[in-house]
């Protein structure tokens, strides 16, 4: 059933728990997924909840997997919207062909 979901997407935020290291373990299976279902469209990995101090996650090792994924990686938080416009955006700018605003990469990602 979860294959038609994929159905006409252009582009995928992936988004893991940064205070569960289960959902981090999962990404690259969901990754796998969705170029299966998708093809090769843009993707950007997105460590979410970084308001909590219950972090399991290092942005080190997130931002690792991200590079040897060859993706870009972001960190947010839903509760307090910080990071999200900017997750949304460099995803639209890999959706148009475009590079993603620099100041953006280099102020929230963690490469």
């Known amino acids: 059933m979860r294959p038609l979901y ?3 997407t252009q582009g995928v935020l992936c988004v893991f728990d940064l205070t569960n290291r289960e959902s981090f373990d999962h990404v ?10 998708t093809g090769d469209v843009p993707l950007v990995l997105v460590g979410n909840k970084s308001d909590l101090p219950e972090r399991e996650i290092p942005a080190d090792e997130a931002g690792a997997l991200a590079k040897k994924l060859g993706l870009y990686y972001m960190e947010s938080s ?3 919207g910080d990071g999200v416009a900017d997750c949304f955006e460099i995803l639209a700018a ?5 590079e993603p605003p620099a100041e953006i990469i280099s102020a929230k990602s963690n490469d």
């Open 78 to 80: 839903a509760k307090t």
């Open 94 to 98: 890999l959706m148009f062909g475009i």
């Open 28 to 37: 690259f299976n969901w990754i796998t997924e969705v170029k299966q279902n």
């Open 6 to 8: 994929y159905k006409g």
